[in-house]
């Protein structure tokens, strides 16, 4: 029986567009495991890099007797090195991210499935994280553990409030290594999302930013006399919405995304905002391969 | 601009009270719909700014509480009546009157009375508020509603222009009826009536008369809830020379001789000097040249000889401000003898008085016995109205004959007649010598032997009075005149004939049976046709010969009329003033000839009138602009019903600023 492609995480047809594409890092990371991503580093495999002078305590291995013979000299050869890469999808699980059609939470959760899916695929290990802290999965490589993903991802729900501080703090608790961070969040936190960021910088990760908002949230339909209530804090406000306040609003939401947008261009932190409503595949291929994160 | 309050203190104390409560009932009511969004950490930075003066930013803001708050002010406004002075305003409802009489065809004013009258009804009209309605109402001898209540000046106006002169003499108490009839339901307007009670709820109204005042004053007329306002119409000092008579008459010693005799009259304020001509069939026969002082009568003579028949017109050939009395007309007609039967056992005291020259002169007499009447043959000619005049002599009839009758000693077979308990002797002691019947006759010596109370039926006039009560009688039967006298001439007294009463060898019975002759028979020395005031109604005798005739009038138009059930015809088309001729539909045979002329001194008296009465109440001419409040509260009012819409509809579509 079709399923609704907003409740599936991932398609065939968009797990068909995935399994070419591979995560990429700006940054240099030590692999845990031999990988199939070619490293930065000189390591051990097939591949040819280079060749430097032998300094005692080399591995005796690794020197070309070849050129020992031709040049009377000690040269070893250096190959490049092959290791996995650590990819952490960190899901904003707020109840602020169920809101939309498809929910945010939704669109992150398919978002993480894509972006995890292209990370099995290539044998990198993947670790899927929420805001909330309430589930955090072990690492998860190869595309064998693509079942144990998508189970995973299915079990998010929108918890009880928790400040992305408090969230990411507990993140990086759990989780030492280093890679890329995807944080698929709305910023909708009072407290404010910079000192979570910078969290995340000092980590020396690659971090991605994919800031989710519900057309709502862009556009909302509101008018008149209203008490809106917070949906994670409870909060009340009393509010006459008229077309000023609605311009008002969009301003602020302008100068809002300007902010968030303009502290992560400082701190080298690709930002992508993307509606709830944009289809998965799309962000992926299109907006995340724009911004380096897939190739 | 001035106010009048129409609350008392402590109201408006109270209303004073409603704007705060609005302020107050405006915040209280709020009743905000409580949505969940996502987070209201953006809509929280996006209102700091409008929780700064917070209260001051929501009446800012906020349109509806202020339209509401201009809404009560207007409506207040309102109450304070704010109005200011004007001068041409008709009254809330108003009832124009406007003569259009003869005299108001007068043109003394540019270019007539009625155009003037017209223009000042209109700039009334133009003058009305919007929720003011008035009435129009043209008035001659009849009045014409011709525009009922309405606040439509543009149907008014219409009206209006609508009115033209007409040729007709002036009664303004059937439109004063009519108006009143509006202004006080249900009442009569008779003044001293204890039943004229009001018995639905009174409109006052302002009633406006246009009007040369040339109407007698009405002392039995009460005008109730009507405000009585006159415009006088015309320049106080016109000048008019009216014809007011024309009549042609044989001279009773040479027949072929006619003398036609005209009055004039000077109705203005100089020595007069005209020239009056005689025209015969639009023929100049004679003219006569007469100076007439003010307001002197003065009659013309002219003298006919050896002419049968034919239209006689009488002109004043000088101009003057009303033409419509300058000219009259009349007819000579052929001399004709009436056709008299007598129905009687045999009496020679009757046939004697019938035979004097004079009798013969006028009348062709048929004596009958009572068997005539009851034959077929008279049934027949009965239809055909053959007799003029019938006299019954101490004989009754099965049924009344299509005629005049004069019953002698008889009961007629008509409903209210009667006779009551013969009694003996009679003495006579009064004579009506008002009637036609009874002129020149001196009854009292007359001695009468048995005699009945006479029972006549209702609208009868008691003609001769003796002890034992009304013993001669008139009374109309449709368009015929009966006359009964209850005691016979002769009576049978033991198988023979005696006299009962010696009348017959008096000088007065000669003469009561030639007034009879002249007055049932329609027959009189005048050798003029009818004359009719313009739009008065004639009754044309057809007998039942005929079923319709044709009526030509001056113009040369005519008009078929049909004659119903009676043997008369009441023509009332008779606007046009000049001879009209009465012909048959088939033959085109002239049955009579009338004519219509303005012989109305009070038409021909334009001299306009500085007030005119109305049940001991006097209303003086006053100019047609009156000094009035022009109030500005319904403006006020509606204002505030517009905003008010506008604020629902604001509310309804979220129409924030």
């Known amino acids: ?41 000189k390591g051990e495999s097939v591949e040819f890099a280079d060749y430097r002078s032998y300094v005692p305590g080399d591995d005796l291995r690794f020197i070309d007797w070849n050129l020992y013979a031709r040049l009377d000299r000690l040269y070893l050869k250096l190959f490049q090195e092959e290791e996995d890469l650590h990819l952490y999808c960190l899901i904003d699980a707020s109840p602020s991210m169920s809101f939309g059609n498809p929910t945010k939470l939704q669109c992150a959760k398919q978002l993480a499935a894509a972006l995890g899916f292209v990370g099995l695929c290539r044998s990198d290990r993947v670790v899927l994280d929420t805001l909330g802290g309430l589930k955090s999965s072990s690492p998860l490589r190869g595309r064998a553990h693509l079942w144990r993903m998508l189970e995973l991802l299915d079990q ?10 408090d969230g990411v703090k507990r993140f990086s608790l759990r989780n030492s290594g280093k890679g890329i961070i995807v944080l698929i969040t709305d910023l909708m936190d009072k407290s404010g999302y910079e000192t979570a960021l910078r969290m995340l910088i000092g980590r020396q990760m690659d971090l991605f930013v994919v800031h989710l908002l519900s057309p709502e949230e862009i556009d909302p339909q509101l008018l008149g006399d209203l008490r809106l209530i917070d949906s994670e804090d409870r909060d009340e406000t009393e509010i006459t919405i008229n077309r000023a306040v609605l311009k008002k609003y969009r301003n602020t939401l302008d100068q809002f995304v300007s902010q968030a947008k303009q502290f992560c261009a400082r701190r080298s932190i690709t930002y992508l905002l993307t509606p709830s409503d944009r289809a998965v595949d799309v962000i992926v291929t299109q907006y995340l391969r724009e911004r380096g994160l897939v190739q | 601009m001035s106010f009048i309050s129409s609350l008392p203190l402590w109201a408006w104390l109270l209303l004073l009270l409603i704007p705060p409560a609005i302020i107050a009932l405006y915040f209280l009511k709020l009743k905000r719909a409580p949505i969940v969004v996502p987070s209201t950490f953006l809509w929280r930075r996006t209102i700091e700014d409008l929780h700064v003066n917070s209260l001051w930013q929501r009446l800012q803001k906020n349109i509806l509480l202020y339209l509401q708050l201009i809404v009560v002010a207007f409506l207040f406004l309102s109450l304070l009546r704010p109005g200011c002075r004007s001068e041409s305003q008709l009254g809330q409802r108003s009832i124009l009157l406007i003569d259009h009489s003869a005299s108001m065809s007068a043109t003394d004013e540019k270019p007539n009375r009625l155009a003037v009258a017209k223009d000042k009804a209109l700039q009334l009209v133009d003058s009305m508020a919007s929720s003011d309605v008035a009435m129009v109402i043209s008035f001659s001898d009849r009045a014409d509603i011709k525009q009922g209540f309405t606040s439509d000046r543009r149907q008014l106006r219409a009206a209006i222009e609508g009115i033209q002169t007409t040729n007709r003499t002036t009664d303004i108490r059937e439109a004063l009826r009519a108006a009143a009839g509006l202004a006080n339901p249900g009442r009569t307007s008779e003044i001293d009536n204890v039943n004229d009670i009001q018995v639905a709820e009174a409109m006052p109204a302002d009633l406006y008369i246009f009007s ?62 005209i020239t009056t001509e005689l025209y015969l069939d639009e023929n100049l026969i004679d003219a006569t040249k007469s100076t007439l002082k003010p307001g002197e009568e003065e009659g013309v003579n002219f003298q006919l000889r050896d002419i049968e028949s034919g239209k006689l017109t009488l002109r004043i050939t000088d101009n003057d401000d009303l033409l419509a009395d300058n000219e009259a007309f009349t007819t000579i007609t052929p001399p004709s003898k009436i056709e008299l039967l007598v129905v009687t056992k045999g009496n020679k005291a009757l046939e004697i008085a019938l035979e004097t020259p004079q009798a013969t002169k006028l009348a062709r007499v048929k004596l009958a016995a009572i068997d005539y009447i009851e034959s077929e043959d008279f049934k027949k000619a009965n239809l055909e109205n053959p007799f003029d005049l019938i006299i019954f002599d101490g004989v009754s009839p099965q049924s009344m004959p299509f005629s005049n009758t004069l019953f002698i000693g008889s009961v007629p077979p008509a409903e209210g007649w009667g006779f009551g ?46 002890d034992i009560g009304t013993i001669l009688a008139a009374a109309p039967r449709g368009p015929y005149l009966d006359v009964v006298s209850s005691f016979p001439l002769v009576r049978e007294e033991d198988g023979s004939m005696v006299t009962n009463t010696d009348w017959p060898i008096r000088r007065s019975f000669p003469i009561f049976l030639l007034n009879t002759i002249e007055t049932l028979g329609n027959t009189d020395a005048d050798a003029s046709a009818r004359s009719v005031l313009p739009g008065q109604a004639i009754a044309l005798k057809v007998g039942q010969r005929l079923s319709e005739v044709q009526v030509v009038d001056p113009t040369g138009s005519s008009t078929q009329v049909s004659r119903g059930s009676m043997s008369q015809i009441i023509f009332t088309q008779t606007d046009n003033k000049g001879v009209h001729e009465v012909l048959t539909p088939d033959s085109g045979e002239i049955l009579e000839r009338f004519s219509v002329n303005l012989f109305s001194p009070r038409e021909s008296q334009i001299v306009p009138a500085e007030k005119i009465g109305f049940g001991g109440e006097t209303v003086t001419a006053s100019p047609a602009k009156t000094p009035s409040r022009r109030e500005f509260w319904r403006w006020l009012t509606a204002l505030a019903i517009g905003l008010l819409t506008v604020e629902w509809i604001i509310y309804l579509r979220r129409i924030f600023l």
């Open chain 2, 421 to 466: 308990e013969s009694q003996s002797p009679v003495m006579i002691v009064d004579t009506n010598k008002n009637h036609p019947l009874m002129q020149y006759l001196e009854m009292n010596s007359v001695r009468i032997v048995e005699g009945y109370p006479l029972k006549m039926p209702a609208g009868g006039t008691r003609l001769l009075e003796a």
């Open chain 1, 156 to 165: 998010i729900e929108p918890n009880d409030t928790c400040s992305m501080l």
């Open chain 1, 1 to 41: 029986m079709p399923q609704d492609q907003s409740s599936v995480l991932l398609s065939p047809e968009v797990m068909a567009r995935l399994e070419r594409l591979e995560l990429v890092t700006r940054k240099v990371f030590r692999g845990r495991m031999k990988g199939e991503r070619r490293s930065h580093r």
């Open chain 2, 212 to 273: 040369d005042g040339g109407f007698s004053e009405l002392q039995d007329f009460d005008l109730g809830n009507l405000a009585p306002k006159f415009i006088s119409i015309g320049k106080p000092e016109p000048s008019n020379i009216g014809i007011v008579a024309l009549t042609a008459t044989r001279n009773a010693e040479r027949e072929d001789e006619i003398e036609v005799y005209g009055r004039l009259v000077n109705h203005a304020n100089i020595d007069t000097s």
